[in-house]
């Protein structure tokens, strides 16, 4: 049985031109204090790629921001399944990139919710794209 709770390195987003793409091309959702871009680009490496980030302006020292994208990280990692079986399917790559804006360290239990919010609106977003694209 494959292990369907990972976050693999291929399933990291990493390559620079293409968050450069992501942010001058891609469209965000927000709930609060999560912000997500995403972006269905013409290639990738793998299906669903994400990327975590927090503030250097909001969190001086480099462990706080640490750990805000460990918690990120493990959230998604624990709630991507539907997403991923939803664009295992499909020949559309998907890229996202999680940014934290609060200004304070958030618990765990506030981040999950958030990342369970954006992803479900994410797994909206999916659907109705794939319902305009002409499958060709």
């Known amino acids: 049985m494959p292990k369907q709770f990972t976050l693999?390195?291929?399933e990291r987003l990493k390559k620079t031109k293409l968050i450069e793409h992501l942010f001058q091309s891609g469209?965000?959702?927000?709930?609060?204090p999560l912000r997500m871009h995403y972006l269905f680009p013409e290639q990738a490496d793998a299906p669903l790629?994400?990327?975590?980030?927090?503030?250097?302006?909001?969190?001086?020292?480099?462990?706080e921001r640490n750990l805000i994208k460990r918690k990120l990280r493990e959230?998604?990692?624990?709630?991507?399944?539907?997403?991923?079986?939803?664009i295992?399917?499909?020949?559309?790559p998907l890229i996202l990139f999680f940014v934290y804006n609060g200004k304070?360290?958030?618990p765990y239990e506030?981040?999950?919710?958030?990342?369970?919010?954006?992803?479900?609106?994410m797994l909206l977003i999916v659907q109705a794209h794939e319902a305009d694209t002409p499958n060709t």
């Not at 790629?49 to 462990?63: E, L, M, T, V, Y």
């Not at 295992?88 to 559309?92: E, H, L, R, S, V």
């Open 104 to 106: 304070e360290k958030p």
């Open 75 to 86: 959230a998604y990692r624990l709630q991507k399944l539907p997403l991923q079986t939803e």
């Open 27 to 32: 469209k965000k959702i927000t709930a609060f």
């Open 110 to 121: 506030l981040i999950a919710a958030k990342m369970q919010e954006l992803l479900n609106k």
């Open 49 to 63: 790629q994400a990327a975590f980030s927090a503030s250097k302006k909001n969190f001086k020292r480099s462990h």
């Open 88 to 92: 295992a399917g499909k020949n559309q």
């Open 8 to 10: 693999n390195k291929k």
